[in-house]
């Protein structure tokens, strides 16, 4: 039946995780957390997965809901080999006490501050780093973008400066309550973003700098990158290692992906679920090359950019498979993910 994997939070992330969870064949999901009695909490029902929540009162709640309730959340907890925390910022670390009571592993998200865990993950950069590990944060999917870009990249020469633009989404489509509306909103103004200082947890020796802004559309970020090499590079040599790293898909502005609404709605049509984009989608024609200087712009789907990699975060931490590209190619096979886009 494989590992057994709780995930702790059932939101925009969690249920992603689970579905991905679900969807291997060396991982059980034994179950899901919830705290309010929502449409999600129906769906995991229906879905047939376990669902917890955090006290015998909360029982009781989603029973007048008409919501089966497998126990409470300590239950599931004692239950599972390793823990998916995907609950609000701040909140696993209240829960980093729990798992540390039953001796539990976990994996925790970017909203969490890096001293919570031994590692800060990506795949495609530092996957050994979390092998046998206890407690893992998969970095937020600005970060895990910019993590890939950095480390494909580094396959073809060393990396003197990176220079970044975050163009952030306001919101996910279903955050009602937040902004901005009619506004571009400088976040921070002081540089640089805390971006640059989330990427060197994972790559402690790269040279960057971020700034960000956030702007109102909810659909993706989109990053502009400026990085100077020490050696030179041709753009066909750079085209050539985008389109062979893993979770990096090269589109074309002349097919008709001209905007982040264009990459969303060509998910929808190849059948996503949710419209999930788990690659870091560049532009092919905004890769520019000038000697030692290369540019490019590419697009972050927020919802869903991480999903592959807390999947093989639990391989890491649980020490499935040694080999980081194995993990990526088996989670990737499951999901769906794209090498290389075609017409």
Not at 142 to 148: G, H, P, S
Not at 209 to 231: D, K
Request: glycine residues 6%; contains cysteine.
């Amino acid at each position: 039946m494989g590992v057994r994997v709780a995930v702790n939070g059932y939101g925009t992330i969690g249920k992603r995780v689970a579905y991905a969870i679900s969807k291997q064949n060396d991982m059980q999901l034994i179950g899901v957390s919830k705290t309010k009695p929502d449409y999600n909490a129906i769906l995991a029902n229906r879905q047939g997965i376990p669902l917890y929540v955090p006290s015998e009162d909360h029982i009781k709640k989603f029973e007048e809901f008409g919501i089966k309730v497998a126990g409470i959340i300590e239950e599931m907890i004692k239950e599972a080999d390793v823990i998916v925390d995907a609950t609000p910022k701040g909140v696993g670390a209240k829960y980093k006490v729990m798992y540390e009571k039953f001796g539990k592993k976990a994996i925790f998200q970017g909203g969490e501050k890096a001293e919570i865990a031994e590692v800060s993950f990506s795949a495609l950069c530092n996957y050994r780093e979390a092998l046998g590990k206890k407690y893992v944060r998969v970095v937020s999917c600005n970060t895990t973008a910019l993590c890939r870009i950095i480390c494909a990249l580094r396959r073809i020469g060393n990396l003197k400066k990176i220079r970044a633009t975050i163009v952030r989404r306001g919101a996910d489509p279903h955050e009602y309550k937040k902004g901005p509306i009619e506004s571009l909103v400088p976040d921070p103004v002081s540089l640089p973003s805390h971006h640059a200082l989330d990427v060197k947890t994972v790559i402690p020796d790269v040279d960057i700098v971020t700034a960000a802004v956030v702007v109102p559309t909810t659909r993706m970020h989109l990053h502009i990158v400026n990085v100077e090499m020490t050696n030179k590079v041709s753009r066909e040599e750079l085209i050539s290692i985008l389109n062979d790293t893993p979770r990096i898909l090269l589109v074309r502005w002349n097919y008709g992906f001209w905007s982040t609404g264009n990459i969303v709605e060509w998910a929808r049509d190849i059948l996503r679920p949710r419209y999930d984009i788990y690659e870091v989608i560049v532009w092919e024609e905004s890769i520019t090359v000038d000697n030692r200087e290369v540019w490019l712009m590419y697009g972050v789907h927020q919802e869903a950019i991480v999903v592959p990699e807390n999947v093989d975060a639990i391989r890491a931490i649980m020490k499935l498979e040694d080999d980081p590209i194995k993990s990526i190619q088996k989670t990737d096979a499951s999901l769906g993910i794209l090498k290389r886009w075609s017409i």
